[in-house]
């Protein structure tokens, strides 16, 4: 492409069978996303697809056309596993040839992945961005930045030298709680490829999902101290409601042979849950390798049930996860609700459920209903639940 830099070249390929023995093929949307980017004129720009759609494989099918020395940024060290297992399971790539740029290792090879952390990662503010240095290191041909509605607002500044280099994001909605989608685009080009939520469901590709909005009553006590707080207590007050574990328990008993993660943003709650019913817990605080075992054991059926920060909003494959309890979240993030969401969306043979609790006659109400537009607007509808219809009349 004229314009752009040629990269090292490298030899990669699909493979026809995974390391499992299982038959792979790209599904027809994958193919046309990955043919849409690499004959793209302007040579760089954004794939919109759905949580749970494969957006990882459109990506490594870009690297395979293109054949070139990638630098892929994504979200976490959880990622990171994700994009080298698909990697080894799906490609000819060998291990010695794929680098890790994380803070216990710094191997650049000709596919290296890193986050978006690492790249801004500073002692004090009046140091330089010294990772950066990440991009000159090698003959990159191709850029790719996962799940690029998080890109954070340094990069933007920090990567503008950049613009020469082939750049793809990958993201499930564009949605920016900081108004800033428009520099997305300036950085790494337009939209070039999305697919609706609603017809990959129709096809097949995504998990079929029911949205429920549980409203909630304070207690007594908590309505006085909610009536007698400023807007950011409020919310806190909402957000921890202590009769939201009453709902809680009835869930967890109506989808006892599901696989459940309850998801929320308050320590104190989640660990109050986490004891309450005997289900591990995973934070900020996990340490990346325990992290992977509780996954694994969930995966595998051993847990039935996860408790998760926010550090499980993003990019975490849980393909048998079917339930989703969000039992708080970010006042009104659009973008957090439509990845909660997207945990549950792998494909399944059973319709999976999203439920969302929430404070009555609190200004978490307000919030709930700015978090749902966006998938609201994909075409999902929430069903709103008072408790006592919900604990009277709701089965499963």
Sequence with gaps: ?????????????????????????????????????????????????????????????????????TLIITTSVEAIYQWKKELL??????????????ALKKYIKPITITTYNMLIHRKCKEQDYRNINIFYDL???????????????????????IQSKRRLGLTATLVREDQLESEVFTLIGPKIYEYPWKAM????????ASCYEIRISLSENDK???????????????????????????????????????IGNYLNQLKEISNVFNIPLITGETPALEREVLYENFRIGK?????????????????VADVAIEISGIFGSRQEEAQRLGRILRPQAKR???????????????FAQKRQMFLIEKGYKYIILDENTFFNNFNL
């Design 352 to 366: 999976s459920y999203f439920f969302t609790l929430v404070s009555k006659d609190t200004i978490e109400e307000e």
């Design 1 to 69: 492409i004229v314009g752009y830099d040629i990269g090292s070249k490298i030899e990669i390929d699909f493979r026809t069978i995974t390391s499992n023995g299982e038959i792979f093929q790209l599904r027809n949307y994958q193919k046309e996303a990955i043919n849409y980017f690499c004959k793209w004129d302007e040579g760089s720009g954004v794939i919109v697809l759905p949580c749970g759609s494969g957006k990882t494989i459109v990506g490594i099918g870009v690297i395979k056309e293109i054949k070139e020395y």
């Design 201 to 208: 469901e129709k096809e097949g590709w995504i998990s079929e």
């Design 303 to 319: 847990y039935k049930a996860l408790v998760i920060s926010k550090v499980g909003n993003y990019s975490i494959d849980l393909p």
């Design 224 to 262: 006085i101290e909610y009536m007698n707080s400023n807007q950011r207590k409020k919310f806190r007050i909402a957000s921890e409601n202590k009769n939201k574990i009453k709902i809680l328990k009835k869930l967890i008993e109506n989808y006892k042979n599901h696989h459940i993660l309850i």
């Design 89 to 102: 399971d799906k490609t000819t790539f060998s291990e010695n040839e794929i680098g890790e740029f994380t």
């Design 139 to 161: 003959n990159w041909g191709l850029i790719i930045y996962d799940e690029i509605h998080l890109l954070p607002a340094p990069i933007f500044r920090i990567t503008a030298s």
